[in-house]
């Protein structure tokens, strides 16, 4: 999630990144697959944007999401326990 430059400087990771590190051969099949069958114009401006979001950043947002998603979950009147 972060890594290390030279002189000691933080820098934050992309998702596209560890994915890249992860599986290189995945990411270029994902791609194919988004153009050729999905829309070719839904890879570059889109998915990109994406996986060029700090991995921090992106866990942050799927952490409030799911809080939220949890607490209107709990605040509903269940008739069984």
């Given at each position: 999630?972060?890594?290390l430059f030279h002189l000691?400087?933080?820098g934050l990771t992309s998702i596209?990144?560890?994915w890249f590190y992860l599986n290189k051969d995945s990411i270029i099949i994902a791609q194919s697959?988004?153009?050729r069958y999905l829309h070719?114009?839904?890879w570059d401006p889109v998915i990109i944007s994406i996986i060029k979001i700090p991995t921090v950043i992106f866990f942050l947002i799927l952490f409030v999401m799911f809080s939220l998603f949890e607490?209107?979950?709990k605040k509903k009147k269940r008739w069984f326990k």
């Open positions: 999630m972060v890594k000691n400087e933080l596209g990144e560890h697959v988004t153009q070719y114009k839904l607490s209107k979950q």
